[in-house]
């Protein structure tokens, strides 16, 4: 429905009735969302166990918030949203050099704080080194890997290491430059009253070079010695190189089971040690008699998952509520400050109406003014004068009703993250067990 917007605010029914705050956040590239409406959806697709969208990787969005899309079904709020897209795109750079056979890699973090017209550097050196760093490396084919458009540079990257076998090559991944815009939609969102307090936006960039050293053929080749012997081109000593990897009794029976020419066929297909151990892991296992099965293991896996499914929704649930009454509280903070600012005017109209008695009270004295009138002026600006005051009480009240709430909200905000953390401790507790299980029973397996 949404997945390809990049920017989306949720807002409460009655903003969205506002026309011109509407059009104004259009024009802007934004798509506003009506929050109740978008939240009762979710609740029926997660019952139904169907996909949704993610928001700062929980389920459910918060209001008046900017979200920016990330990656599939990803969206970030603003002020993280610069961290989470140098992670992502530095994560898949790390994997695709690995699996082109990376060595090393260096890299410079440059983080930039700007606040407005203010703006320093933080500059963090970090040395990453990969020891295996030949995983799906192909020594003497060319470009087999298939990778996501992310952009054009990490195409480049793998076309120069795979195609051309460079050894050492530069990256540079930068923040999305998108401050101004920010600033410009937050400027927005307080001048319709959507975000109060708000002064300044500070924003983090970043800028981070990286330099790739890779291994060469011929290290690859000493490195693992199964790439030698697969560009030997014969097939009896790949397969030697298989059994002796694995129990022969268990790769007998695999190929009773199946046959002898779909081994061969499968043998033909690795590249690496990494993916023969991996195929052995998947495919051959031990006798019932050692007291493992695959079922024992699985029903420990499936009891895991349910767990933290059910920790998901849980969690999930609480921070909807949480939203709910941080919101609430945004609300009673407006009002707030709507009171205070009723409350400021009335006494600046209580100062006038002051300044009036007094100018009657001289007027009094210099014979200007009769007894009678000046009774008569003087206490209507005092009736009125009195219900400014009734006034100002009421407003008084309201607003110490409303911060009563604030706090009382806060409290219960607070006890709701300790419900969290104290669900997360009970269900860990199960988690660990039922991980201990299963290594046990893993051990077991390979011993």
């Known amino acids: 429905m949404i997945l390809n ?29 009506e929050f109740n409406k978008y939240i ?52 898949i750079l790390f994997i695709t050099s690995i699996k082109l056979g990376a060595k090393k890699i260096n890299y410079l973090f440059e983080k930039n704080k700007i606040t407005l017209t203010k703006q320093y550097n933080l500059i963090e050196n970090n040395l990453i080194d990969y020891k295996r760093g030949f995983y799906n490396y192909e020594i003497n084919n060319q470009s087999k890997l298939e990778y996501n458009d992310i952009n ?24 999305e430059n998108i401050t101004d815009f920010i600033y410009s939609i937050l400027l927005i969102l ?6 109060n307090n708000f002064e300044k936006y500070t924003n983090i960039s970043f800028n981070n070079n990286y330099t790739i050293e890779f291994y060469s053929d011929i290290e690859l080749i000493n ?16 397969i030697n190189y ?18 002898y020419s779909e081994f061969e066929s499968i043998s033909k297909k690795f590249n690496n040690t990494n993916e023969i151990i991996e195929w052995i892991d998947n495919n051959l296992t031990k006798n019932k008699e050692q007291l493992f099965t695959i079922n024992q293991r699985n029903n420990y896996i499936k009891q895991i998952k349910n767990i933290n499914i059910e920790l998901d929704n849980i969690e999930t649930d609480i921070m909807y509520e949480i939203s709910n009454i941080a919101d609430t509280n945004r609300e009673l903070e407006l009002l707030i400050s709507e009171n205070n600012n009723q409350i400021k005017n009335i006494y600046s109209e209580i100062e006038n109406k002051n300044n009036i008695v007094n100018i009657l009270h001289r007027d009094f004295s210099d014979n200007k003014l009769n007894e009678m009138d000046f009774d008569i002026q003087a206490n209507h600006i005092l009736e009125e004068i009195n219900k400014f005051k009734d006034t100002c009480i009421k407003l008084s009240t309201n607003i110490l009703e409303n911060e009563n709430k604030i706090e009382i909200n806060n409290k219960l ?35």
Request: no cysteine; net charge positive.
């Open 40 to 91: 009762d959806n979710i609740k029926k697709k997660l019952l139904r166990n169907q996909p949704t969208l993610l928001f700062d990787n929980i389920h459910y969005p918060s209001v008046n918030i900017l979200y920016i899309h990330l990656v599939d079904n990803s969206y970030y709020n603003y002020m993280i949203y610069n961290e989470k897209y140098i992670d992502y795109h530095q994560d």
């Open 5 to 33: 917007d990049k920017y989306i605010i949720f807002l409460h029914k009655r903003y969205l009735k506002n026309k011109k705050l509407i059009k104004t956040l259009e024009n802007k590239g934004i798509i506003t969302i």
């Open 242 to 259: 298989i059994y002796s990897l694995t129990d022969r009794k268990l790769l007998d029976t695999y190929i009773q089971n199946n046959s």
């Open 223 to 238: 490195y693992d010695q199964f790439i030698k012997i697969k560009n030997s081109n014969n097939i009896t000593n790949v």
């Open 190 to 195: 307080f001048e319709f009253k959507l975000i």
């Open 413 to 447: 905000i607070s006890n709701l993250y300790n419900k969290i953390k104290q669900i997360k401790q009970e269900k860990q507790k199960e988690l660990d067990i039922l991980n201990n299980k299963l290594i046990d029973e893993t051990n077991f397996e390979y011993n």
């Open 152 to 175: 054009i540079n990490l195409k480049n990257l793998v076309y120069k290491r795979q195609d051309l076998k460079v050894l050492k090559l530069e990256y540079n991944i930068k923040s």
